[in-house]
């Protein structure tokens, strides 16, 4: 006969919030790389910058400035309808995290539309100089983000109307958003670098 | 909700048993028939596989590095000549890194980190098998371009101008910028993979503070790996930017820099070292744990030496670039940042030194392997703090010098401890024993054969024999150091033989290895060899660090449903139940999802439509993926 410790795990919950998560974690190290990308062309734009005399080579007509402002105001807005909806997540509101979700993926949406704008009205090319390089890459990058992003909203809001919506989906939709911070987050230094130059010269 | 009771084995809870391992072996079923090989994601399978693959690799590294030697054995040997010397070094190059040392390393952890901390399987299974495909197309392409002699011939840096649209015409870099692209999405799945199963499935009971030392070792690795590797990826793909669509990232003509290349390129390169190193220290302490019989002299010590190494890793990247003329103070900073990363090294010598004194020794093969790597290493060691002085550095950069440090370090810091791993964990990957007098002979010619080929390329080095030359005049006088180091290449081919032939013995006639041959401390001993699907029939908890010497059998979770694919979460600090999670199961799309991938980068070397392509694909594979599994769980009251 032996003594057996036990230890029960028959009613644990099956899904949990949060960095509880493995998906949070995963999604979460995504962003550490996706991150670092972001930070790495950042700093590749202030290395070549000091190695040149005249910057920004062709400065950003007013037209850039005016596209770059949309993506930044579409995107800072779709922010509240992910805070909204994270919280419906939270309390398990299907009908409260459709709408937002709706509303989050239209926003997001416009903001690939902008996007476009942005890249059209740019006075310059990718192989015009490093400069153009780099800038045209930044955009491109966040693009991807953007991209992958607006794919995930869709992908969301055709699973919350055709269903079957299980509990541990409440999780994804709050790490989707998670996600989606990421995207306006790291949108933010990018477009400070690229316009903010142009802006306060 | 942890109570003590009494058991006893009755008949009924013999029965009781038989029938949880039917459930569990009915829900953990591996897939079969031919289809079934592309559907797989068990852990174990798809690590055992990434392990072959690795090995494969390096043994067509090692053809090559075997064609060199030949190729220099003598003076003025034309047996090979320069343009396909090129491809020899470069492929060579790229391939221990890329194909080699990385997968390999991430492969034993694939395989070992979830058996040691009390898991069935990895986090993240489906990714798990994404890596390893999207791995093993990157390398078949580099092979299929080496054989159709549009091997890249750059060097395993490929320094731009000499990569760059100018000077490099053709594809050969195109490939190799596309291989690492595919090699560092692979690593950075497969790290990400790692870190959530050692944060997220560890056995309750196992807090950080009593994660084996391996375990650390990888998980420290695999966050080198998730912030080293974008720095890479971003490099060549603004590679093949310049060379595709005619950016400017590194032409100097119009405000590019090509030692913006070189930046980037050893801001992931150097720790890339550490990402080769730290597993291999890793399997060290195991072995050396094991067979010396004893806990770990400085166990927290080696964990703080794990974490600062990995900081300092990210410090260094300017000493590969002492010949570019940087500013003094740069050099300075980086000489002293690049001699005191011998420290963290150096403390974890001396605990294990510290350990293997006051324990009880067993001399079996793994721990010659370890004297190995300490013997080798250490050499290799101090010829990088030579190195890390700026004036010798000039004096013996692009010299052999520096590839008989790089041999030293890389070799002896991680294929000996590779190849002690190997011995030590044979037996629960396959049930086997090796033979011992044959793994001790393979041990000595191995080590006889490295000292041979490596030792005399320092002297070479010193007496300005460049590297990347693929022959030289006999009046250089470096003819008869040259033949002594083929002939040593040859001596280590032998023992590498050797090993191999042990290994096959065993596999064919080896001796049953039963779950723990060794008297090891660490759970993975705890389960069969080789383990069933499911792993752990319990799932283990632990109250200590070296759970097999205190008794783990006292402890079992109970309550999962051995009727779907379950984990445990637990706490990410102290490793507290927290929830049970339901894994999926097996699929096509990961396979799927790699091919879309390699077909989109391999496109792109030739057309830009690769991108809405791979657009394309990627959503067609996003949505396969994730498509939803018939629903298993408590549904929302609400629904469509
Ligand atoms: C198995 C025995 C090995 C032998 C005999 C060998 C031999 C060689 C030789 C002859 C060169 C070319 C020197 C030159 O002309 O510049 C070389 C380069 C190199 N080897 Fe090895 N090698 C071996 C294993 C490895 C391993 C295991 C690794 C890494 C884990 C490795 C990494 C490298 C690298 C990075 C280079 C530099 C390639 C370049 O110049 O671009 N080698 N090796
Ligand atoms: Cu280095």
Redesign the interface.
């Known amino acids: 006969?032996?003594?057996?410790?036990?230890?029960?795990?028959?009613?644990?919950?099956?899904?949990?919030f949060g960095?509880?998560?493995?998906m949070w974690?995963?999604v979460a190290?995504?962003m550490?790389?996706?991150g670092?990308?972001i930070a790495?062309?950042l700093l590749?734009y202030f290395?070549?910058r000091q190695?040149?005399d005249v910057w920004p080579?062709t400065a950003p007509a007013r037209d850039s400035l005016y596209a770059g402002a949309a993506t930044t105001a579409v995107l800072l807005a779709s922010i509240v309808p992910t805070h909204l909806m994270n919280g419906a997540a939270y309390r398990?509101d299907?009908?409260r995290i459709r709408r937002f979700m709706v509303l989050m993926t239209a926003l997001s949406l416009a903001a690939l539309g902008t996007r476009i704008w942005e890249f059209r009205a740019l006075p310059f090319r990718?192989?015009?100089?490093?400069?153009?390089?780099?800038v045209?890459?930044l955009l491109t990058l966040q693009t991807t983000h953007l991209?992958l992003g607006v794919?995930?909203n869709l992908?969301f809001v055709v699973?919350l109307?055709?269903?079957?919506?299980?509990?541990?989906?409440?999780v994804d939709v709050e790490v989707n958003g998670m996600y989606w911070y990421f995207v306006v987050g790291g949108w933010l230094p990018i477009a400070a670098t690229i316009y903010g130059e142009a802006l306060f010269r | 909700?942890?109570?003590?009771?009494?058991?006893?084995s009755t008949p009924d809870s013999r029965s009781e048993d038989a029938r949880l391992e039917r459930e569990l072996t009915d829900t953990w079923r591996l897939c079969r028939g031919f289809a079934g090989w592309f559907c797989e994601t068990n852990h174990t399978v798809i690590a055992r596989r990434m392990l072959v693959t690795a090995f494969v690799f390096f043994a067509l590294g090692g053809v090559e590095a075997l064609l060199m030697r030949l190729e220099l054995a003598r003076p003025d040997n034309h047996f090979i000549g320069p343009d396909r010397y090129d491809q020899l070094f470069t492929v060579h190059g790229s391939t221990m890194m890329f194909l080699f040392a990385v997968p390999v390393m991430q492969a034993m952890g694939i395989y070992l980190v979830p058996l040691m901390v009390g898991a069935r399987t990895v986090?993240?299974p489906r990714?798990n098998a994404y890596a390893y495909y999207t791995y093993l197309i990157g390398g078949v392409f580099l092979y299929v371009s080496l054989f159709t002699d549009t091997g890249p011939d750059t060097g395993w840096f490929s320094y731009v101008p000499l990569s760059g649209p100018q000077f490099s015409p053709g594809k050969r870099v195109d490939v190799w910028s596309q291989v690492v692209t595919f090699t560092e999405l692979s690593a950075?799945s497969t790290?990400?993979n790692l870190?959530?199963t050692t944060?997220?499935?560890r056995a309750?009971?196992m807090a950080l503070n009593r994660m084996p030392l391996f375990v650390w070792a990888e998980l420290v690795t695999s966050f080198m790996v998730?912030?080293a590797?974008?720095?890479v990826?971003?490099a060549t793909m603004?590679l093949a930017?310049?060379r595709l669509?005619?950016?400017?990232?590194f032409?100097s003509a119009?405000?590019?820099?090509p030692l913006?290349w070189q930046?980037?390129f050893w801001?992931f390169g150097h720790p890339e070292v550490y990402i080769i190193f730290l597993p291999a220290l890793g399997m060290v302490s195991s072995i050396v744990v094991t067979f010396s019989r004893r806990p770990v002299v400085g166990y927290l010590p080696m964990v703080l030496s794990l974490v600062a190494t990995a900081f300092l890793g990210f410090g260094l990247w300017v000493h590969h670039m002492f010949a570019t003329g940087l500013a003094e103070l740069g050099q300075g900073f980086f000489t002293a940042a690049s001699i005191m990363i011998a420290i963290p090294s150096g403390v974890q010598i001396f605990c294990w030194i510290a350990t293997l004194w006051s324990g009880r020794l067993v001399l079996a093969t793994p721990l010659w392997f370890v004297f190995g790597f300490v013997a080798i290493f250490v050499v290799g060691g101090l010829s990088g703090v030579m190195v890390a002085s700026v004036p010798i550095d000039l004096q013996v950069h692009d010299t052999f010098f520096v590839v008989a440090h790089l041999h030293y370090v890389l070799i002896g810091g991680a294929v000996f401890p590779l190849l002690g791993g190997i011995h030590y964990w044979f037996p629960k990957l396959t049930g086997r024993m090796l033979d011992e007098r044959l793994g001790k002979a393979g041990f000595v010619l191995t080590f006889t054969g490295f000292n041979l080929t490596f030792f005399p390329m320092h002297l070479l080095g010193l007496h300005g024999m460049p590297r990347r030359i693929y022959t030289y005049r006999a009046a250089t006088g470096f003819g008869p150091l040259n033949l002594l180091a083929t002939v040593g290449a040859f001596v280590l081919l032998a023992g590498l033989l050797v090993v191999l032939t042990n290994v096959v013995r065993a596999l064919l006639s080896g001796r049953d290895a039963g779950p723990d041959p060794w008297q090891s401390d660490t759970l993975e001993w705890s389960v069969a060899s080789p383990p069933a699907p499911y792993v752990y029939e319990h799932l283990p908890?632990v109250a200590g660090r070296y759970p097999l010497w205190e008794g783990i059998r006292?402890?079992?979770?109970?309550?999962?449903d051995p009727r779907q694919r379950q984990v445990?979460?637990t706490?990410?600090l102290d490793a507290a139940?927290?929830?049970?999670?339901?894994l999926p199961g097996p699929s096509i799309w990961p396979l799927l999802s790699a091919v879309a991938t390699g077909v989109t980068f391999i496109t792109m070397i030739f057309t830009p439509w690769a991108v809405p392509l791979g657009?394309a694909l990627g959503?067609v594979c996003?949505?396969g993926w994730?498509w939803?599994r018939p629903?298993h769980?408590?549904?929302?009251a609400?629904?469509?």
Not at chain 1, 126 to 134: E, L, M, Q, R
Not at chain 2, 245 to 249: A, D, L, P, Q, S
Not at chain 2, 254 to 257: Q, R
């Open positions: 006969m032996s003594e057996r410790r036990r230890v029960t795990v028959r009613e644990l919950p099956s899904y949990a960095p509880r998560d493995p974690w995963g190290l995504l550490c790389i996706e670092t990308t790495l062309l590749m290395y070549t190695r040149v080579t398990g299907l009908a990718w192989d015009t100089d490093a400069y153009g390089s780099v045209w890459g991209g794919i995930e992908m699973l109307y055709r269903g079957p919506v299980e509990k541990k989906h409440l | 909700m942890t109570s003590t009771v009494a058991t006893e986090a993240f990714l950075l790290a990400a870190i959530v944060l997220k499935l309750p009971g998730i912030f590797m974008p720095a990826m971003l603004c930017l310049d669509v005619g950016t400017h990232f032409n119009v405000g590019g820099d913006l930046h980037l801001f908890c006292d402890c079992v979770v109970e309550g999962m445990l979460v706490a990410a139940p927290d929830h049970v999670y339901v657009l959503t996003l949505v994730f939803p629903p769980e408590p549904l929302l609400e629904q469509p």
